[in-house]
């Protein structure tokens, strides 16, 4: 493989190239791919994967990771619904969901950050934690909602666009010009790089990766709610794999496993790419057992994209 076709395929025009084929390939073959209620419905059904894959940019571009985060959508998704219950408020139910997730970060930034445990050992305690205390709270069931305007958080829209697909678009933009634009982008992908090197620069590295892991666990809450809103109760089990989806979407989309290498743009495009995988096998009818593989070659891909991206020294 020439250098040339090297820094085509592993590079950011790599990613848009593979993209743009798999496009066309759906459209010219999977009947109603392009319809307008089915793109619609690829794009609501990619809110709470992107929402979380936003922070997990963040979590990977400083060699962390996070796979609590389908136990936290879940957890906080049912405090929304469950405060909102108790109180009749629902930007009080928000607000709970929003403490909740915040306080399940701070837990794992501390811990992986300041105290120097390892992250795939802390977020997977915590996985088991936060879905136990899911589970204990709600008796092992889904929790209705009795007041029908929290339904609206994700029935309402704009223009005719849903409220979560902008939502998301917001997300998207926001997070892009955070780490293209803000010190505290530049302070993650140098953490990433070479953490000695940063914090002897003067990178307040411990602040900022427990800073990102809060974070993360606010933007699992704003999914939570949205995803508690959609399905019209909180659900204990909800958002299981999510963890898997949203690493997945970040290294298909450039983000190195390794640290010091992310992009909002490839983010974005990886988390459409496993939104398109997922919509065609349904418009399809492929069988659920079989969408696992899918799932799983695809995780596998990016996992080896990442390894020939590092290993090629091609930066983007």
């Given at each position: 493989?020439?250098?040339?076709?090297?820094?085509?395929?592993?590079?950011?025009?790599?990613?848009?190239?593979?993209?743009?084929?798999?496009?066309?390939?759906?459209?010219?073959?999977?009947?109603?791919?392009?319809?307008?209620?089915?793109?619609?419905?690829?794009?609501?059904?990619?809110?709470?994967?992107?929402?979380?894959?936003?922070?997990?940019?963040?979590?990977?571009?400083?060699?962390?990771?996070?796979?609590?985060?389908?136990?936290?959508?879940?957890?906080?998704?049912?405090?929304?619904?469950?405060?909102?219950?108790?109180?009749?408020?629902?930007?009080?139910?928000?607000?709970?969901?929003?403490?909740?997730?915040?306080?399940?970060?701070?837990?794992?930034?501390?811990?992986?950050?300041?105290?120097?445990?390892?992250?795939?050992?802390?977020?997977?305690?915590?996985?088991?934690?936060?879905?136990?205390?899911?589970?204990?709270?709600?008796?092992?069931?889904?929790?209705?909602?009795?007041?029908?305007?929290?339904?609206?958080?994700?029935?309402?829209?704009?223009?005719?666009?849903?409220?979560?697909?902008?939502?998301l678009a917001l997300a998207f933009i926001l997070f892009?010009?955070?780490?293209?634009?803000?010190?505290?982008?530049?302070?993650?992908?140098?953490?990433?790089?070479?953490?000695?090197?940063?914090?002897?620069?003067?990178?307040?590295?411990?602040?900022?990766?427990?800073?990102?892991?809060?974070?993360?666990?606010?933007?699992?809450?704003?999914?939570?709610?949205?995803?508690?809103?959609?399905?019209?109760?909180?659900?204990?089990?909800?958002?299981?794999?999510?963890?898997?989806?949203?690493?997945?979407?970040?290294?298909?989309?450039?983000?190195?496993?390794?640290?010091?290498?992310?992009?909002?743009?490839?983010?974005?495009?990886?988390?459409?790419?496993?939104?398109?995988?997922?919509?065609?096998?349904?418009?399809?009818?492929?069988?659920?057992?079989?969408?696992?593989?899918?799932?799983?070659?695809?995780?596998?891909?990016?996992?080896?994209?990442?390894?020939?991206?590092?290993?090629?020294?091609?930066?983007?």
């Amino acid at each position: 493989m020439t250098t040339t076709l090297k820094k085509i395929l592993l590079g950011e025009q790599g990613l848009l190239v593979i993209f743009a084929i798999a496009l066309v390939l759906v459209s010219v073959f999977v009947p109603n791919f392009l319809s307008t209620r089915n793109v619609i419905g690829l794009l609501q059904a990619v809110v709470t994967v992107g929402l979380v894959a936003c922070s997990m940019m963040l979590c990977l571009a400083t060699r962390d990771f996070d796979l609590s985060v389908g136990s936290t959508v879940a957890f906080t998704g049912m405090m929304a619904v469950m405060v909102t219950n108790a109180t009749g408020s629902i930007p009080l139910g928000i607000l709970g969901a929003i403490a909740a997730g915040a306080a399940v970060g701070l837990v794992n930034g501390v811990i992986i950050a300041k105290i120097g445990i390892n992250a795939l050992i802390t977020t997977l305690a915590t996985m088991q934690l936060v879905r136990g205390f899911g589970l204990i709270i709600s008796d092992g069931r889904a929790v209705g909602v009795k007041e029908p305007a929290f339904y609206n958080i994700a029935l309402s829209s704009v223009f005719g666009i849903p409220t979560p697909i902008i939502v998301l678009a917001l997300a998207f933009i926001l997070f892009g010009v955070v780490l293209n634009r803000t010190v505290f982008g530049r302070n993650t992908l140098a953490i990433g790089g070479n953490p000695d090197a940063a914090r002897l620069a003067g990178v307040k590295v411990v602040w900022t990766r427990v800073t990102i892991f809060a974070i993360q666990g606010v933007m699992c809450a704003i999914a939570g709610v949205l995803l508690a809103s959609r399905i019209t109760s909180g659900q204990p089990n909800a958002a299981t794999g999510l963890e898997l989806s949203a690493i997945s979407a970040c290294v298909l989309g450039g983000v190195s496993l390794a640290g010091g290498r992310a992009t909002m743009t490839g983010v974005i495009v990886g988390v459409l790419i496993l939104g398109i995988a997922e919509n065609v096998m349904n418009l399809l009818n492929i069988q659920a057992f079989y969408q696992y593989v899918v799932r799983g070659l695809i995780l596998l891909f990016a996992v080896l994209l990442d390894n020939l991206r590092s290993s090629s020294g091609i930066r983007r």
